[in-house]
């Protein structure tokens, strides 16, 4: 399928007559659909509602921050703003963000598949987070939750009282919206892949989530369970984790980073899919060991599991068990560094364009590499005693997670846009917008590196009146209002495109991969006829010719 734009003609581009967004208009149809691209602007609506949500209480924290007295709200209330916003932003947008958007959107068109596997298991997935996220609401209005996002044991079990058991059960729903999901993918990725789409020829967009899959099908069923046995012990005092009753809060700490730690990855692995797809397509360049990068998918989702005890040099554990713990999480940098290296390598000599999502995409590997070395210095038992519990640890999980995961969701929302929609955005507009997020994350992150090395403690309201320290939170939240403006500009000119944007072609990038060898938006059923896939992955021509480079043939 070669369309006229692709090719530079004159042609106009005129959208398909047909497509899954015009086939019903009913809101019952949107509710009940079993469409998996239906099902993924499900998602999109409302994890962004949450993603600004907990952007909300971020606000709070830096404006209470500016100034070093608790003068905006009281320390009972601050504990409750970054409760709130760890919680919501970590089980209801970065956990969902890629997979269950982009994800339930690509991965039947990358593999050629007409839908997922369970298509009712699909939608149902969505109420579940629904349910899961009204919960939490729920906290939010009644009065908040003030244990932190960890619900670190006894303090949640016994002490606090706060609504925690509204939060506890909303994020132990939320649960089993990744473990469905994951599942779907698992099962489609093993029996619906089209004639011919063999396990090399994959789009690394599809290793990376069959990867995160295998975490949440594993590990998400152990933080379900601990959250339930944090509510038994305070509803029913049975001593499992309290002390006082005859439990141990350390094993809370086990059981809840053994998953938590790996749940860095299902926010991060479907991330690194994403950009592997943005680097080739804006390089025009074959991926640089492209199975290197593939089993570094698999590797990082595999010792993800054993890396769980580098939280907790300072909780009394064994000392050889936190060398063990340190050495295992040097280890688990190589597979990211291979994807480092594969990405720059391929960036090498490539003819490289720099439209939005690739902006997106070169920031993201700035901000991982940042966010992963400083996770080195945190893998050191010395320097992880001196900076644990400080504002080091927060701007090295949002370097990792905001400036990994969002900045990753935004450049395939980019990417993926006249797919989804139909219709182009403004170019303009969005790279200002990448780059008003570039300079906004920098301006809210780093100093807290410096002041965090300094000893500034996380999770205080009020902190000494230095003026150094001071400084640096003003830097913060300068940096955090400029971020938040980037954020919205998104807001505005997205929605605004999907009306009056340009009609997009099939394949507006000139890129390779089954999903842009159907129309702009897709029908229904994906594809007319049932693609059988004859081409090597990342098949690039020169960017000038601006063809599609697949060979896919109609079957009989």
Do not use: C
């Not at 933080?223 to 029913?236: C, D, P, S, W």
């Amino acid at each position: 399928m070669i369309d006229a734009a692709s090719m530079g003609g004159d042609l106009p581009v005129v959208p398909p007559k047909d497509n899954y967004i015009n086939r019903a208009y009913s809101i019952k149809s949107w509710l009940l659909t079993k469409d998996h691209k239906r099902i993924a602007i499900l998602y999109l609506i409302t994890i962004t509602f949450f993603f600004f949500l907990g952007g909300a209480f971020a606000v709070m924290i830096r404006l209470e921050l500016l100034t070093p007295a608790s003068d905006l709200v009281q320390p009972e209330t601050y504990n409750k703003f970054f409760t709130m916003h760890g919680v919501v932003m970590i089980f209801l947008f970065l956990i969902p963000s890629v997979p269950a958007t982009l994800g339930n959107f690509l991965v039947p068109l990358m593999i050629g598949a007409k839908d997922l596997a369970f298509p009712k298991i699909n939608l149902l997935s969505w109420y579940i987070l629904v349910i899961g996220g009204i919960f939490i609401l729920y906290a939010v209005v009644a009065g908040g939750v003030d244990t932190g996002w960890t619900f670190y044991t006894p303090y949640s079990s016994t002490y606090s009282n706060t609504y925690v058991m509204a939060a506890a059960i909303g994020v132990f729903i939320t649960g089993f919206s990744s473990i469905l999901t994951g599942l779907n993918f698992i099962v489609t990725i093993h029996t619906m892949r089209a004639p011919g789409m063999t396990w090399y020829r994959l789009p690394l967009f599809i290793w990376s989530h069959y990867a995160t899959s295998l975490i949440m099908v594993l590990g998400t069923p152990v933080v379900a369970v601990t959250i339930l046995l944090v509510g038994l012990e305070r509803v029913f005092r049975v001593g499992i984790f309290d002390p006082a009753i005859g439990g141990d809060p350390i094993l809370f700490q086990h059981l809840f980073w053994f998953y938590s730690h790996p749940a860095v990855y299902i926010m991060l692995l479907p991330g690194m899919g994403v950009i592997s797809e943005l680097i080739t397509a804006f390089s025009r360049k074959n991926m640089f060991g492209y199975k290197f990068v593939a089993y570094a998918s698999l590797g990082i989702a595999i010792y993800g599991f054993l890396v769980w005890g580098h939280h907790m040099f300072t909780s009394g554990q064994s000392i050889y068990g936190s060398l063990v713990f340190s050495f295992l999480t040097y280890f688990v940098a190589i597979p990211s560094a291979i994807k480092v290296f594969n990405w720059t390598a391929t960036l090498y000599r490539g003819s490289i364009s720099y439209d939005t999502p690739m902006l997106y995409a070169l920031g993201f590997i700035g901000f991982f590499l940042i966010g992963g070395t400083t996770g080195l210095f945190l893998a050191a038992i010395g320097l992880d005693i001196h900076v644990h519990d400080t504002y080091f640890v927060v701007a090295h999980f949002h370097y990792i997670m905001v400036g990994g995961t969002v900045m990753a969701y935004l450049g395939g929302l980019h990417y993926w846009w006249p797919k989804l929609t139909g219709r182009m955005y403004p170019e303009g507009w969005a790279r200002l917008s990448a780059l008003i997020i570039f300079v906004g994350f920098n301006l809210t992150f780093f100093p807290q590196f410096v002041v965090g090395y300094m000893g500034m403690p996380r999770r205080y309201a009020a902190y000494p009146d230095d003026p150094v320290w001071q400084m640096l939170n003003v830097l913060s939240t300068a940096g955090a209002s400029i971020l938040g403006a980037g954020y919205l500009l998104p807001m505005v000119y997205l929605p605004w495109s999907m009306r009056y944007g340009k009609y997009a072609p099939s394949n507006p990038w000139g890129a390779t991969g089954l999903e842009w060898q159907t129309t702009s938006p897709p029908p229904t059923e994906n594809f007319e006829e049932t693609p059988v896939v004859t081409w090597e992955p990342y098949e690039y021509r020169p960017r000038e010719e601006k063809v599609v480079v697949n060979k896919i043939l109609p079957t009989d």
